[in-house]
């Protein structure tokens, strides 16, 4: 059996209260979310934090809302499973639930948080591409008070973010998908029907204007040091009309700029086929969906 | 450093003192001594561990007993009735799906779940909602078998 080593525990019930503890332990004190992440790591002790801040208590991480200019809020504390059947996500930005469905296996996903998804920065998140191609942005409460930040400027390395001691994610807002929009995030793992973590996964966002890309956003993870957008190759897309050529040039070049390690699960010259089979296959899906007309 | 909680198991509660560092698992089989649930892994890859807590399946194993505090958890204890067994048991037993019984547990509070939900759930479905949970001794045909059975209509 596998013992957690002791560690204190505090639940507070507001935010300004659980990010004064969190300040006060200046990096030993850990947020707890689902905790499928953090008490793994505690169990196989890879870190040992003298205390962990449970969110649970806080009201205000909680729920999904549509926002009235067709954005989206989603609270740090929602669980993948809420996102991936929350009618809500599958009718203003269906791929987060795409996303989310593919996360772990289901009971996993019962206590697995978008939250805790960001705040890991894994390399290998499954809802980090998503939330890069929609665009969304990070509210946070920290120590210096509410702050907002863009997703691409969260991931710092593999397993850590920019945010302070202290700092809280509280939510994410989602902008809301233009007309002519559509997006798709696949993923390749060992076990099909969920429990693995992706070898590979892409997400593409594609708004069309009369043949033509007015935007496109590629994102990746399991290439690199953290998440990232494959700006060279939506440099591909926006050259020229769609053309089912022009996405598998798209897809050639983010295998290019993408840069994959070997490790227990696949080598890196297998990820690099995969960015590429993976990369052409969602700009065809996000295709299909755009020209669908709606936003799916 | 020992917290205050109360569970409700099994439709009972339980007050006890914890530390903050036992988790769901442990309590159950440790405090309470409801060995019904099993621990495989103990990191949430083998899904033996599930039970269900206000009525999903969890990996108690990534559940600390302190979070657990106030909430509802169902152990495959608590599945029979007067003496009865639930008809996702007695179909298992049915369609000969236990072979060391080591994931029986875990696979049938799943399929309770999913079937409280969806009376009659598509073989896709089935196999989404199993898809955590490892049979060592790849019983998985005669699992979905007997949960299909349940789905037809054999359930009361
Ligand atoms: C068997 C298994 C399979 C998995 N499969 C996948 C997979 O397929 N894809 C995938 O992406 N992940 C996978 N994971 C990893 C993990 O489950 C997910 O990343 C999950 O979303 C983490 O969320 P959590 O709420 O459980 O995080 P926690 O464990 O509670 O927290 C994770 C980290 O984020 C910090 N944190 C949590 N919430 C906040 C917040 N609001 N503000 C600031 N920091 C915060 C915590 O302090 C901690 O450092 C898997 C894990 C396991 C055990
Ligand atoms: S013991 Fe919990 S998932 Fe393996
Ligand atoms: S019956 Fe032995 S593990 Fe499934």
């Not at chain 2, 003496?83 to 179909?91: A, C, E, M, N, R």
């Amino acid at each position: 059996m596998i013992r957690l080593k002791a560690f204190s525990y505090f639940e507070p019930a507001s935010l300004k209260e659980a990010s004064e503890i969190l300040t006060q332990h200046k990096g030993e004190a850990y947020p707890l979310a689902g905790g499928t992440d953090l008490l793994v790591r505690m169990k196989r002790e890879a870190i040992r934090p003298a205390a962990l801040v449970n969110l649970k208590r806080i009201r205000e991480l909680n729920g999904i809302q549509s926002e009235k200019d067709g954005g989206m809020r989603i609270g740090a504390l929602t669980t993948i499973a809420d996102i991936e059947n929350s009618t809500v996500v599958h009718t203003s930005h269906p791929v987060l639930a795409q996303a989310a469905g593919v996360l772990g296996a289901q009971p996993l996903r019962n206590l697995a948080t978008i939250g805790g998804n960001i705040g890991r920065a894994s390399p290998a998140s499954d809802m980090a591409p998503s939330l890069m191609v929609l665009q969304a942005r990070v509210a946070t409460e920290g120590a210096s008070g509410p702050g907002e930040r863009e997703i691409d400027k969260v991931f710092a390395g593999p397993g850590s973010t920019t945010l302070s001691d202290g700092e809280i994610m509280t939510a994410f807002y989602f902008p809301a998908m233009a007309p002519a929009t559509g997006a798709a995030y696949l993923k390749m793992g060992r076990r099909s029907g969920g429990g693995d973590c992706a070898l590979v996964g892409v997400a593409a966002l594609l708004t069309l204007g009369s043949g033509e890309a007015r935007a496109v956003r590629i994102a990746m993870s399991s290439v690199g040091p953290t998440p990232r957008r494959a700006n060279k190759a939506e440099a591909v897309i926006l050259s020229g009309t769609i053309t089912e050529e022009r996405m598998r040039d798209a897809a050639r070049v983010a295998a290019e700029e993408a840069a994959p390690i070997t490790d227990m699960r696949c080598s890196a010259s297998y990820r690099k086929e995969i960015i590429k089979v993976l990369t052409f296959r969602a700009l065809q899906e996000a295709n299909q969906k755009a020209q669908g007309g709606q936003a799916t | 450093m020992k917290i205050s909680i109360d569970i409700h198991v099994n439709g009972e509660q339980y007050p006890a003192e914890v530390e903050p560092r036992t988790t769901l698992l442990e309590f159950l089989r440790g405090t309470l001594h409801l060995t019904g649930t099993k621990e495989g892994c103990g990191l949430g890859d083998c899904g033996t561990c599930i039970v269900l807590l206000d009525g999903k399946p969890v990996n108690s194993c990534l559940v600390l007993a302190v979070d657990a505090n106030g909430r509802r958890v169902t152990t495959i204890e608590g599945l029979a009735e007067d003496g009865k067994l639930h008809p996702v048991q007695q179909s298992f037993i049915d369609n000969g799906a236990v072979q060391c019984g080591f994931c029986t547990p875990a696979m049938i509070l799943t399929t309770k779940a999913l079937l409280d939900k969806n009376p009659d759930p598509a073989e896709g479905e089935i196999k989404q909602a199993l898809g955590g949970i490892l049979c060592r001794c790849g019983s998985y045909q005669k699992i979905l078998n007997s949960v299909q059975a349940v789905g037809k209509g054999e359930r009361k």
